[in-house]
């Protein structure tokens, strides 16, 4: 199961909206210790691990997507527990309750957090001090982080995500992405001020990401 309680023996919390690479995160900081086994909080979905985070300043990773495409992602993997509507609020609702705190976390947007995690395990280290091994070897890590994933949502819940692993057969993963495209077709024509709001803060969080910026606080 996976660790959710952050205290003082907390090395790392990666939190976020569903569907923003969370497990990816997860997977590649592993994959990057070679062995090392550090404490991890993270699939929680809620503020509250992150706010206690900051109060006793452990390195903390917020993962954000644009919420067109996350709430997509998050119709698509469980289909019948949200609407549209209601999937926008909750993205809403989860950034703005640590909008206060977006300077003292590391904001990562989901294209760095997929294609570069050594950036955001760096950042870390640059920020709180940390001594993260952030040594990334391209394909054969990403391939080595995808396993890993799909391993600890098995452990998780029980079974491999198939919505993202991409260790099906080609057919299955065509089907996939038509399903993923009809479904995202439906969320674009999608007209609300929850969606409006999101947007808004997307916009927000991309301009205070530190790996977009380049600076750090």
Sequence with gaps: MPERIVDS??????????????????AAFHVMQRGVRYRVVHHTHAPAPVLKAVQLRVPTAVVFRNPVDAVSSLLLHHPGVFT???????????????????GEVVLSPFEVTTSEPQRVIAELNARYGAAFRDNWLGKADEEAAFRLVDLLTEERVGSVDDHYSPF??????????ERRQRIGARVALHRSAERLRAERLFEQLLGNSSLLRGDRS
């Design 9 to 26: 023996d907390t090395d790392l919390v990666i939190e976020g909206f569903p569907r923003c690479a969370n497990s990816f995160l997860e």
């Design 84 to 102: 549209i509507r209601s999937a926008f609020a909750e993205c809403v609702s989860f950034y703005t309750a640590l909008q206060p705190y977006w």
């Design 168 to 177: 099906f057969d080609e057919t299955y993963r065509r089907q996939r992405r």
